[in-house]
């Protein structure tokens, strides 16, 4: 089952967040909630696999 984890502004975040994720083994989907033309004005969710919450959480808060 997939969880979403965090609500992101825009494709530059979400991309930047994606790739930390990723590069640290986490299974990344990225989904889309808002429908404005401008993707740095949209918001996306970034959801991870149930049993990576956890660590995909802990990689974001120590990224801040």
Do not use: C, H
């Not at 979403?4 to 590069?23: C, H, M, N, P, Q």
Request: proline share 2%; net charge negative; aromatic share 6%.
């Amino acid at each position: 089952m997939w969880v979403v984890i965090y609500l992101a502004k825009g494709k530059s975040v979400v991309t930047e967040l994606r790739k930390l994720l990723e590069d640290n083994g986490i299974l990344v989907i990225i989904r889309r909630k808002t429908n404005e033309a401008d993707e740095n004005e949209a918001f996306f969710e970034i959801l991870v696999p149930q049993t990576e919450v956890e660590a995909a959480q802990d990689i974001i808060i120590e990224k801040d």
